[in-house]
T-cell receptor
Framework: EAAVTQSPRSKVAVTGGKVTLSCHQT?????MYWYRQDTGHGLRLIHY???????EKGDIPDGYKASRPSQENFSLILELASLSQTAVYFC?????????????FGEGSRLIVV | GQQVQQSPASLVLQEGENAELQCNFS?????LQWFYQHPGGRLVSLFY???GTKHTGRLTSTTVTNERRSSLHISSSQTTDSGTYFC???????????FGAGTKLTIKP
């Protein structure tokens, strides 16, 4: 089974500070995604990537940057963290965007901005 | 953009009862998946099912593509089925995978 690991698993950040969430996958998947989940809600897509050195905006990209330096690694960057960015962040990977393979999720990174 | 609506938002059943979860989507989905989220937060894929019916154990997923709907049926529910179930879709030519808001299922002993 595909392995997707996220770090850190939990973080407390101060408002205005910089936060980097990292994601690493070991199955050579082309596609990687960052989602956020707010308490009691579904997942919303922030950024995704289908090839190294390229990223695409999802549905809620404002306030976030993404970086895909290699096929295995995909980072989410909050340059100026805000209270509204308190959430659980999930990284996922899959083989192909449209034609079928399942998403594999990491265990999530809980971010609290104070 | 593509939209996904799940119903009911929450469902409480007694152990042994059957559960029926619904997913409706706004555009033709070339890729539809059902996920289960453990109470602790981990998400696991249950079905990849863009059309037709699939079974695994006590779970059955049925997707009617031209009616833009999918269902997840859980038979003889168990307390360990408690958690949140999500439907997610992607459409042709769109790599974005959009999730519904989920159905929170609680199975009482």
């Amino acid at each position: 089974e595909a392995a997707v690991t996220q770090s850190p698993r939990s973080k407390v950040a101060v408002t205005g500070g910089k936060v980097t969430l990292s994601c690493h996958q070991t199955n050579n998947h082309d596609y990687m995604y960052w989602y956020r989940q707010d308490t009691g809600h579904g997942l919303r897509l922030i950024h995704y990537s289908y090839v190294a050195d390229s990223t695409e905006k999802g549905d809620i990209p404002d306030g976030y940057k993404a970086s895909r330096p290699s096929q295995e690694n995909f980072s989410l960057i909050l340059e100026l963290a805000s209270l509204s960015q308190t959430a659980v962040y999930f990284c996922a990977s899959s083989d192909q965007g449209n034609s079928g393979n399942t998403l594999y999720f990491g265990e999530g990174s809980r971010l609290i901005v104070v | 953009g593509q939209q996904v609506q799940q119903s009911p938002a929450s469902l409480v059943l007694q152990e042994g009862e059957n559960a029926e979860l619904q997913c409706n989507f706004s555009s033709t989905a070339t890729r539809l998946q059902w996920f289960y989220q453990h109470p602790g937060g981990r998400l696991v894929s249950l079905f990849y099912n863009p059309s037709g019916t699939k079974h695994t154990g006590r779970l059955t997923s049925t997707t009617v593509t031209n009616e833009r709907r999918s269902s997840l049926h859980i038979s003889s529910s168990q307390t360990t089925d408690s958690g949140t179930y999500f439907c997610a879709i992607a459409s042709y030519g769109n790599e974005k995978i959009t999730f519904g808001a989920g159905t929170k299922l609680t199975i009482k002993p």
